[in-house]
């Protein structure tokens, strides 16, 4: 059983930089596909970043391409989202999720997904740029 722990959200100005972690189960790193997600209230939950265990490969949703950077520590059973050059519009609670799968290629490659099928969800973290 997968389980995911965030942490690292809090409240930062316009311009800053903040990173989150989610604590994972061992070996999960390595074997799903790893994810960030946001939702502010009364939206869908977006998907921010995906990371694919074996060839690393890291996806960015649009908004966030060049501020933030997803990285895990296998080793650490950690995984992390930089987030550079924040936003008032990045404001959300922030999800870390773990799936078999992940995104569809064509919504990689379009730069926008959803959570709907992912497997497993921490319990978020609240990120407010003001």
């Known amino acids: 059983h997968v389980q995911l722990v965030e942490s690292g959200g809090e409240s930062v100005q316009t311009g800053g930089s903040l990173t989150l972690s989610c604590t994972t189960s061992p070996n999960t790193i390595s074997h799903y596909v790893m994810g960030w997600f946001r939702q502010t209230p009364g939206e869908d939950r977006e998907g921010v970043a995906a990371l694919f265990p074996f060839n690393k490969q890291a996806y960015y949703t649009n908004s966030v391409k060049s501020r933030f950077s997803i990285s895990g520590d296998s080793a650490r059973n950690t995984l992390y989202l930089q987030m550079n050059d924040l936003k008032p519009d990045d404001t959300a609670m922030y999800y870390c999720?773990?799936?078999?799968?992940?995104?569809?290629?064509?919504?990689?490659?379009?730069?926008?997904?959803?959570?709907?099928?992912?497997?497993?969800w921490g319990q978020g973290t609240q990120v407010t740029v003001s």
């Open positions: 999720a773990a799936d078999t799968e992940g995104p569809a290629p064509e919504a990689l490659a379009w730069g926008s997904w959803s959570g709907n099928t992912w497997s497993y």
